[in-house]
């Protein structure tokens, strides 16, 4: 991930190439091209080749959002105790 710096001062760019957002969810690349593609993951098209980009805050909202649905549904999924054999 490319960040500008100045002396003492570092800032996060605010799109990504979909190579870093793989590599912050920890997934492939294609896996990130997928989610994009689906809709899933909100993206743009830039520049004369149509490079995909998403905005740091999407990509964050995503997270938020994706850890809100896997609550639910370990709260519709317990676990089951076991009896110990």
């Not at 990509?59 to 317990?78: C, F, H, M, S």
């Amino acid at each position: 991930m490319q960040t500008t710096s100045t002396p003492g001062v570092s800032v996060e760019p605010r799109f990504l190439l979909l190579s870093d957002v793989a590599a912050e969810l920890n997934v492939s690349d294609s896996q990130v091209y997928h989610m994009v593609r689906s809709g899933e993951l909100p993206a743009i098209k830039i520049g004369g080749r149509g490079q995909w980009r998403v905005e740091r805050a999407r990509l964050e909202e995503y997270i938020a959002q994706k850890y809100a649905e896997t609550a639910d549904w370990v709260r519709g999924n317990p676990l089951i105790d076991r009896d110990p054999e």
